[in-house]
């Protein structure tokens, strides 16, 4: 056992204690890129723990002291408990899709429109290979990389911090940055890394990765952080988050920065105009083959920052950029057998088994056939020879008939779960059980989604858990798993005396399950499996309604306009939510939920500008800005923005040639202003 060195803590002075933690942060970190990188600890764990423990002692007694690179701030040591969670800063959106030329030139011209720009205008875009990997967060504090995460849900990702530091692409310090700055950029293996490593898990007798991004997911998802630096990794820089100044104005001028901090940029070029950005994807298409990585399209971002600034973000992407993804990979097989699978609302899809295929790398056995019209007009038939395609995660499809099959396929008109009788509704194409939630395969697929990653994230309660319990008549409703321990054992074999299971994967659930009672607005939403309601809407919702009342208030036939008037929700999804909580069965099943959980109320967008909270209006012509921004900006004050004027209006902005809302304010007494009126608002709230 060796002692730290550097006398007792209890009597150092002020002085000395900052010279130590100056010390203990070189050290530790010396022993972590030993251990870590290079495989090869120069010292014992015991040691090493004994060095931490001497720096958190001496930060105790001077906080004031304590290093933003302090060991203290970053874990060194393999994780062996899961990942800690973290709140990105800044949300990490996605991307929308462009798939031709004429979504291009739709992209370009809505930035145009929402801006308000001259036609002539042109518009710099910066277009850069899309890579197929894993997006990833680096904070630098004062140029020293203190914590890197993943993406997660946009919201909130995981702490691999440990991990990131053994990718050598990653600099854990950077000179010339401002003190806080947050590199976002793409995590992915090269083929040859790949293949190496696929090498290796056939020779150690592990599984084989199915391609070098899941290879690459799983390399960084190590608890220890050991084996992340064995794999070869590689990182990309191509946007940032939290960051206290910019570098730049520009796109490329942000990107020239980082890479002179030393960070490998992805390859880029200022296009104009959808010429020129068709070319450049034209080029880096051709190219894809011969290069060491996959990419999967080109994205293109808006150049200007005070642009990308105004044009902000839908739900969840930027206006400002967007993915032009390159054509899907195909290859031909046979069709083995066509089933039908019955969706969470009851929408029954035909699925291709088909003959296993490798298309672009993956294995393909099944494809979606997506309805009964589909399946007429390709003439897809049991036999047939057909040409599949797959592009990045999308489901496989059947683009077409090569050689035809046997007999034409005949659509069930029963529920092939629950042998209900299938409806078809006019104007639809999908058909339908019409059983609602006493068809089995539906209430599964309904309580699968409640606990799947997005929604309540249940760990140890998979597929295959659920149809268990359901099936055995324990989990019937969502509210049952909550009351699952309180139950357990009555009615049925204590849960520890079921096959595969025992006392502590037993107990281990009703704790993964308590973990959850507690639950953000937005997750609740999205987690019930309304139709149409996704993981954005069920966001647009909560920060709509902040809270569980208000919510639950809004959700019937007399609050249809105000739904309505949430920016991106529409007709169908408004229906869909109101049809939803008037059928008694759905309200039960709600407030036995409810009634088990506390459900945490969303924060409003900025409850500190002056319109927070606040009702605004805007009619007529505005000159300097499309409505579409006006909204947008009034919505990230924290304002709701309604179509109609009415006693509950705070605000009215009054454009050019307002008529009868201006009057009807007018009439009220409802405050207004006129567009200078509205920028100097803006404009205040911004300082
Ligand atoms: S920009 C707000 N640039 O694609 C801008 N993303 O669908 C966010 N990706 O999650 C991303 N290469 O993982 C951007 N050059 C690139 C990219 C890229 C790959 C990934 C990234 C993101 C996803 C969006």
Redesign the pocket.
Known sequence: MSDPGGGPVGELDEDQAKAELARLAMEIKFHDIAYYRSDAPEISDADYDRLRQRNAAIEERFPALKRLDSPSQSVGAPLTDGFTKVRHARP????GNAFDEADVADFLAGIGRFLKLAAEEPIAIVA????D???AALRYENGIFVQGAT?GDGEVGEDITANLRTIDDIPRVIAGAPDIFEVRG?VFMTHAAFADLNREQVAAGRAEYANPRNAAAGSLRQLDAAITASRNLSFRA??WGQVSTLPSDTQGGVLAAMAAWGFQV?EHEICRGVGELMVFHGAMEAGRAERPYDIDGI?Y?VDRLDWQERLGAASR??RW?I?HKFAAEQAQTVVEEIDIQVGRTGKLTPVARLKPVTVGGVVVSNATLHNEDYIAEKQIRVGAVVLVQRAGDVIPQVLEVIEPGLEAFQFPKACPACGAPAVRDEGEVDWRCGAGLTCEAQAVERLRHFVSRNAFDIEGLGEKQIRAFYEARVIRAPADIFTLRARDGQGHEPLREWEGWGETSAGNLFEAIDERRTVPLDRLIFALGVRHVGQGNGRLLARRYETLAHFEAAMSPDHLEELLDIDGIGETVARALIDFFADDQNRAVWDDLVAQLQVQDMERADTSSPIAGQTLVFTGTLEQTSRAEAKARAEAMGAKVSGSVSAKTDLVIAGESAGSKLKKAQSLGVKVIDEAGWLALVGAANQ
């Open positions: 990490m959106l996605s991307l850069e290979p899309k890579i990997g894993l997006s993406r793409e191509y946007a992805q994205v971002k992407s930027p950029a993915a």
